[in-house]
């Protein structure tokens, strides 16, 4: 077995409820905090990748709303 072939991630196998609550807020911050950090390299990725959709026409009034 060579270093790469292991494992990025090691999740615990038995959390506590609360345990697993604060892992996934700590996810979400850690998430949120490379999202500011690289904001300008998303929007530029994201502006070349996934160009604007073409504009939506108006809805029928008429139309059910769901």
Do not use: K, W
Not at 8 to 32: G, H, R
Not at 35 to 57: D, K, M, V, W
Request: proline content about 14%; overall charge negative.
């Amino acid at each position: 077995m060579q270093p790469n072939d292991l494992p990025l991630v090691c999740l615990p196998l038995d959390l506590s409820d609360e345990s697993a609550a604060q892992l996934i807020e700590f996810l979400y911050e850690l998430t949120e905090s490379l999202e500011r950090h690289y904001a300008g390299q998303l929007i530029n990725h994201y502006h070349r990748h996934h160009p604007a959709s073409p504009p939506s026409t108006p809805a029928d009034p008429d139309d059910p709303l769901f």
